[in-house]
């Protein structure tokens, strides 16, 4: 009968290895072998085994430890582990730079008749000859580094997000010959790669990869057909955000709402379309899916005859788990390209050294320039297309070499967290204010929930939106549109959300102070109205932020040459023939213990012409209301 040995299973390194096997040696064989010496032919026999145990449990541990996204090291299983959770692994960074584009447009001259009944001539620049600079435009520093716009520019185009400034340029018999058009871009550090693949018999998700360094991402992708191949997060999306241009041939209904919100927002399926993933820093692979293009199934709309048609063995429908990507049980996901060669267009750069200095981008690529307009004199567009210039005033900044190992592990955690959707309140109100610019700028949200014990589980997102002068405004039928449309791609299916327009109060604010001897009262009257101004500026300010008046009084007596504030008052401006919100708001009634609250219903404060409505004046100690002293008596 074999004897039970007494075996350690817990033993990971190569002294216990060792001891161990020395214990087993002289407890099962005490007379079969007995020199335990170093250099005994025994010991030789005992140490490899247990070099060969340490080894084998070294491995063992490494892939475990692999499996966890705490503990990986290795950089192709961090970005495995990191798809898992849902992130998309950053191999580079690139900077950031705000660029400026000029150009040069011609004056026209329209007529108007006065009261008296007599001719003027108006001059105003003729955007005819405004020009179009194309989305992923390039510019170059003088020693060839790349950046690229993520956004086209259209000087027809102002709104307060993206405002034209406008100059005169040129002079001729005192009037205007020439207008110099201003526009600002956010710029990215990178060059436009290109690189074709062909595929020939279709098969079931065929992959293909990008091996280049710094790859920031694919730009887009195009078959010799021309057709177009949308980027999906995963296989599984169906839908992705596309835009059109706001005008009355593509929306009569919302057309006049082109200043607030220049493109419309819409959603589009597609079935030609490819994920990517990284599998290591200077690997992308692509991948498609497995429909045959003659015979796709994604555009059949459920009904009972096809709800459930692929399952196995026509299995019991009642405890089949469904999804609304793919009803039919089919392993589609896309169609797979055959027969044809695509063209990927990626962004390549990024890194410290994209950090370039100011002034020093200023040679752009033309080629992606062009006249909306097609009848114009040729003599003077060629000098207008001549004239466009670009330039960085500031320095780039934020270029960097990617997700370090760390970053990896904290950014793949935190995106498991949300997923991508809108589960609290606070994700609504995020996501609102996150919607690209092109589609309407939202200036200010808030949202409130339901009270507890409703049944109504409606949540109201409040919205505000500002003009060209940074005033603010209501938010357009087609912005609202606009927002809608986006946050319904990231909506929990059982949420309601409504979109209200927020209430503006405007107001103005009077204040009194005392100087010190020996300062100039116009001076210090000046700086003071500064320091509100920028208070008071509407950036700063949130829907439902109370006013204390005991900060107003901070900042004025911070100011140089203020020796008190002998009173601070705030009242409120009313009425659309004078410019304000149609609103009245009782000020007084809502003032408690030096704090002006706002309403129950979400509003905001503003101060709408800070020009003229923050008034100051210097009184002499011992005086108010109408006192003033002899030098400082002026209203500012």
């Given at each position: 009968?074999?004897?039970?040995?007494?075996?350690?299973?817990?033993?990971?390194?190569?002294?216990?290895?060792?001891?161990?096997?020395?214990?087993?040696?002289?407890?099962y064989?005490?007379?079969?072998?007995?020199?335990?010496?170093?250099?005994?032919p025994?010991?030789?026999?005992?140490?490899?085994?247990?070099?060969?145990?340490?080894?084998?449990?070294?491995?063992?541990?490494?892939?475990?430890?692999?499996?966890?996204?705490?503990?990986?090291?290795?950089?192709d299983?961090?970005?495995?582990?990191?798809?898992?959770?849902?992130?998309?692994?950053?191999?580079?960074?690139?900077?950031?730079?705000?660029?400026?584009?000029?150009?040069?447009?011609?004056?026209?001259?329209?007529?108007?008749?006065?009261?008296?009944?007599?001719?003027?001539?108006?001059?105003?620049?003729?955007?005819?000859?405004?020009?179009?600079?194309?989305?992923?435009?390039?510019?170059?520093?003088?020693?060839?580094?790349?950046?690229?716009?993520?956004?086209?520019?259209d000087?027809?185009?102002?709104?307060?997000?993206?405002?034209?400034?406008?100059?005169?340029?040129?002079?001729?018999?005192?009037?205007?010959?020439?207008?110099?058009?201003?526009?600002?871009?956010?710029?990215?550090?990178?060059?436009?790669k290109?690189?074709?693949?062909?595929?020939?018999?279709?098969?079931?998700?065929?992959?293909?990869?990008?091996?280049?360094?710094?790859?920031a991402?694919?730009?887009?992708?195009?078959?010799?057909?021309?057709?177009?191949?949308?980027?999906?997060?995963?296989?599984?999306?169906?839908?992705?955000?596309?835009?059109?241009?706001?005008?009355?041939?593509?929306d009569?209904?919302?057309?006049?709402d082109?200043d607030n919100?220049?493109?419309?927002?819409?959603?589009?399926?597609?079935?030609?379309?490819?994920?990517?993933?990284?599998?290591?820093?200077?690997?992308?692979?692509?991948?498609?899916?497995?429909?045959?293009?003659?015979?796709?199934?994604?555009?059949?709309?459920?009904?009972p005859?096809?709800?459930?048609?692929?399952?196995?063995?026509?299995?019991?429908?009642l405890?089949?788990?469904?999804?609304?990507?793919?009803?039919?049980?089919?392993?589609?996901?896309?169609?797979?390209?055959?027969?044809k060669?695509?063209?990927?267009?990626?962004?390549?750069?990024?890194?410290?050294?994209?950090?370039?200095?100011?002034?020093s981008?200023?040679?752009?690529?033309?080629?992606?320039?062009?006249?909306?307009?097609?009848?114009?004199?040729?003599?003077?567009?060629?000098t207008?297309?001549?004239?466009?210039?670009v330039?960085?005033?500031?320095?780039?900044s934020?270029?960097?070499?990617?997700?370090?190992t760390?970053?990896?592990?904290q950014?793949?955690?935190?995106?498991?967290?949300?997923?991508?959707?809108?589960?609290?309140?606070?994700?609504y109100?995020?996501?609102?204010?996150?919607?690209?610019?092109?589609?309407?700028?939202?200036?200010?949200?808030?949202?409130?929930?339901?009270?507890?014990?409703?049944?109504n589980?409606?949540?109201?997102?409040?919205?505000?939106?500002?003009n060209?002068?940074?005033?603010?405004?209501?938010?357009?039928?087609?912005?609202?549109?606009?927002?809608?449309?986006?946050?319904?791609?990231?909506?929990?299916?059982?949420?309601?959300?409504?979109?209200?327009?927020?209430?503006?109060?405007?107001?103005?604010?009077?204040?009194?102070?005392?100087?010190?001897?020996?300062?100039?009262?116009?001076?210090?009257?000046?700086?003071?109205?500064?320091?509100?101004?920028?208070?008071?500026?509407?950036?700063?300010?949130?829907?439902?932020?109370?006013?204390?008046?005991?900060?107003?009084?901070?900042?004025?007596?911070?100011?140089?040459?203020?020796q008190?504030?002998n009173?601070?008052?705030?009242?409120?401006?009313?009425?659309?023939?004078?410019?304000?919100?149609?609103?009245?708001?009782?000020?007084?009634?809502?003032?408690?213990?030096?704090?002006?609250?706002?309403?129950?219903?979400?509003?905001?404060?503003?101060?709408?012409?800070?020009?003229t409505?923050?008034?100051?004046?210097?009184?002499?100690?011992?005086?108010?209301g109408?006192?003033?002293?002899?030098?400082?008596?002026?209203?500012?």
């Open positions: 009968m074999a004897v039970r040995r007494n075996i350690n299973y817990t033993n990971k390194n190569f002294r216990d290895y060792r001891s161990q096997l020395i214990n087993y040696s002289q407890t064989f005490p007379n079969t072998y007995t020199d335990f010496t170093e250099t005994s025994g010991m030789m026999f005992i140490e490899q085994a247990a070099y060969v145990g340490d080894v084998l449990s070294f491995y063992l541990d490494n892939q475990v430890q692999e499996n966890f996204l705490q503990y990986a090291r290795q950089s299983n961090l970005y495995d582990l990191s798809y898992m959770y849902g992130y998309k692994p950053k191999v580079t960074g690139l900077s950031s730079v705000e660029l400026s584009f000029y150009q040069l447009v011609p004056s026209k001259i329209s007529s108007s008749i006065d009261p008296g009944g007599n001719t003027n001539d108006i001059y105003s620049p003729d955007f005819d000859f405004a020009l179009y600079v194309s989305e992923n435009t390039i510019s170059k520093t003088d020693s060839g580094l790349s950046f690229t716009i993520e956004d086209p520019i000087f027809t185009v102002s709104n307060s997000m993206d405002p034209t400034e406008i100059s005169i340029a040129q002079v001729s018999n005192n009037e205007p010959s020439y207008y110099l058009l201003k526009k600002n871009r956010k710029a990215l550090s990178g060059a436009i290109s690189i074709n693949f062909t595929f020939d018999e279709p098969i079931e998700f065929p992959t293909v990869t990008i091996q280049d360094n710094n790859i991402g694919i730009l887009d992708c195009r078959d010799s057909e021309g057709e177009i191949w949308s980027e999906v997060s995963y296989l599984g999306q169906e839908q992705i955000f596309t835009n059109i241009k706001n005008t009355n041939v593509n009569p209904n919302n057309y006049q082109s919100a220049p493109y419309l927002l819409q959603t589009q399926q597609v079935q030609n379309r490819f994920a990517t993933r990284f599998l290591q820093s200077n690997k992308l692979q692509i991948q498609f899916g497995s429909g045959n293009p003659l015979n796709t199934t994604e555009d059949i709309i459920p009904n005859m096809n709800v459930g048609l692929g399952l196995p063995f026509e299995r019991d429908k405890t089949t788990a469904y999804s609304p990507t793919n009803f039919i049980f089919t392993n589609t996901y896309g169609i797979a390209p055959s027969f060669t695509l063209t990927f267009r990626y962004l390549k750069g990024g890194g410290v050294s994209s950090n370039v200095s100011a002034n981008i200023t040679k752009l690529n033309t080629s992606t320039v062009r006249f909306q307009k097609q009848t114009l004199n040729s003599t003077v567009a060629q207008i297309f001549d004239s466009i210039q330039t960085n005033d500031s320095a780039a934020g270029g960097n070499n990617g997700d370090s760390e970053e990896l592990r950014n793949s955690i935190s995106q498991m967290s949300s997923q991508l959707r809108n589960v609290t309140a606070d994700d109100l995020v996501r609102a204010l996150s919607m690209p610019p092109k589609y309407g700028i939202i200036s200010k949200a808030i949202t409130q929930k339901p009270k507890a014990n409703d049944p589980t409606t949540l109201d997102l409040y919205v505000l939106s500002t060209i002068n940074n005033n603010l405004t209501y938010a357009s039928k087609a912005l609202k549109s606009n927002l809608r449309t986006y946050i319904n791609q990231y909506r929990m299916i059982g949420d309601t959300v409504n979109i209200k327009d927020a209430f503006v109060v405007n107001i103005g604010i009077n204040y009194e102070i005392i100087t010190l001897p020996d300062y100039n009262n116009s001076n210090i009257l000046t700086a003071c109205n500064v320091a509100l101004q920028n208070f008071f500026n509407i950036n700063n300010w949130q829907i439902n932020q109370p006013i204390l008046l005991r900060d107003l009084s901070i900042i004025l007596d911070n100011i140089n040459g203020v008190t504030v009173n601070i008052s705030i009242s409120n401006k009313a009425g659309t023939q004078s410019g304000y919100s149609e609103y009245a708001y009782d000020v007084a009634g809502a003032l408690q213990n030096g704090t002006i609250f706002p309403s129950i219903d979400p509003m905001i404060f503003e101060v709408k012409y800070p020009n409505d923050i008034i100051g004046r210097v009184v002499t100690l011992g005086q108010g109408g006192g003033t002293s002899n030098g400082g008596g002026r209203n500012y």
